[in-house]
């Protein structure tokens, strides 16, 4: 049934190019490939994706599909698309190398390029974006070239008071931001926490304006606390203790999405040794020995080992696994997201670590893929994107190897499209 839709969308858009008067219709047939569409459902053997400048047209099998005979044939038999990844919690613009403070128009190309390189076609930046960020935006350019999509959440919101707070959303707003975010946390008692009528303020005013809004919290009793006040998506996992029937509950009463970024927590740990992706071909083909050298030096190391928060995010990594693995299984909403583009977080590489992470969490390669495609898309309400379907962007990874035998082969990128163009290496 599945195949005769898509054969149908397909006859239906043929028949009307008969019509059209344009001789130069830009089609590429990607034909013979194991299709993925991100949508969780059984792929689709010996596919045919359609596309035309940077859009799909259609999606069909290769005995039931008519390819246009002035279309481009790209032949991917044994091959597998899948679509561009999204990372629902990324950070853009201020990390050259492994130190911060570099924020420019120069540094968001970078890092866009970087996580295009890795097959992350789409980066939802949350927080400390700024004016330089807008022409990057993806309400502002559709077609980017050689770089991800960028949707941005501007300043992350603080305040010692709502009226304080409030005026940094509405800051957010005058600049033009396509998210809000709040952090509620006391980083391990080395902070003070923002307080509940803070941020039920900026809940209620971003909500006001239009926006939905991401929370970054630790805590099981804060994550609650903020489901039930409004927050549209948990952007880190619950870490201090297991998940318990009554949130699990609430979360999927209000249908919002878990944004586990495991990958957060490993990086503040593992480099007190080595790290083992550090001899990863996969790592080494954007980040060069001389990136990362300082992360080498046992001084360094030996700091991170002796560092009292570092080991405590350490030894609490496997409630996040547990609780990941729970809500999963509950089926609430997982969005795919890491936190990367901070300081020693490797953009585009985080990516492909954290889905590894998930299936050591246990989830399955299909929900993994699910939460880095569609869930993203739909819950953070990204139009267009994060399934393989007619009328959305042409945005696809073309791999050697099916993810759904091994998670780690989205490393296998063959080739990665955005807006139905070629990343260039």
């Keep these: 049934m599945k195949s005769y839709i898509f054969f149908c969308l397909a006859l239906l858009y043929m028949l009307s190019c008969k019509n059209s008067t344009s001789q130069d219709a830009n089609y590429k047939a990607f034909v013979g490939a194991r299709i993925i569409d991100g949508n969780g459902a059984e792929p689709l053997e010996d596919g045919v994706l359609l596309i035309q400048e940077n859009q799909i047209i ?55 390029s970087i996580y295009a390189k890795y097959g992350i076609t789409t980066v939802v930046s949350l927080g400390g974006d700024q004016e ?32 304080e ?10 600049m033009g931001v396509d998210f809000m975010k709040i952090r509620v946390d006391d980083n391990l008692g080395n902070a003070t926490k923002m307080s509940e009528d803070v941020y039920r303020a900026v809940i209620d005013k971003s909500h006001e304006l239009g926006y939905q809004i991401a929370t970054h919290s630790y805590y099981l009793e804060d994550s609650r606390k903020l489901l039930e006040a409004g927050s549209d998506l948990l952007a880190h996992s619950v870490r201090d203790l297991p998940v318990d029937d009554s949130f699990i509950g609430l979360i999927k009463e209000k249908n919002i999405g878990y944004c586990p970024t495991l990958t957060r927590e490993l990086s503040t740990y593992v480099y007190e040794d080595t790290a083992a992706f550090f001899s990863d071909p996969f790592f080494l083909k954007v980040y060069r020995k001389d990136t990362f050298r300082p992360l080498l030096d046992p001084k360094r190391q ?26 999963n299984e509950a089926g609430v909403p997982i969005v795919f997201g890491t936190d990367s583009g901070v300081p020693t977080r490797f953009m585009g590489y985080f ?4 889905m590894e992470m998930m299936a050591e969490a246990g989830m399955q390669p299909m929900d993994i893929l699910v939460a880095a495609t569609k869930n993203v898309a739909e819950y953070l309400n990204l139009e267009g994107l994060g399934t393989l379907a ?10 050697d190897a099916n993810p759904l035998q091994d998670i780690r082969n989205t490393r296998s990128i063959i ?11």
């Design 302 to 327: 030996a700091q991170v080992a002796a560092n009292r928060s570092s080991q405590i995010y350490k030894r609490q990594l496997p409630t996040a696994y547990s609780n990941l693995k729970k809500l």
């Design 351 to 354: 990516e492909h670590l954290e």
């Design 165 to 174: 707070a409030v005026q940094v959303v509405e800051k957010n707003h005058e």
């Design 390 to 399: 007619p009328g959305h962007f042409a945005d696809f990874i073309i791999l």
């Design 415 to 425: 080739e990665t499209y955005i807006g139905g163009r070629v990343v260039e290496e």
């Design 132 to 163: 330089e960020a807008l022409p990057f935006r993806h309400a502002a350019n559709q077609n980017p070239v050689n770089r991800s999509r960028l949707f941005i959440a501007g300043a992350v919101i603080s305040g010692d008071t709502p009226a």
């Design 58 to 112: 259609a999606i069909g099998s290769r005995d039931e599909m008519e390819i246009p005979d002035q279309a481009e044939v790209i032949e991917l038999t044994g091959k597998t698309i899948i679509p561009g990844i999204i990372n629902g919690h990324g950070h853009v613009g201020d990390v050259q190398g492994i130190s911060g403070g570099h924020y420019s128009s120069a540094t968001i190309e970078k890092n866009l």
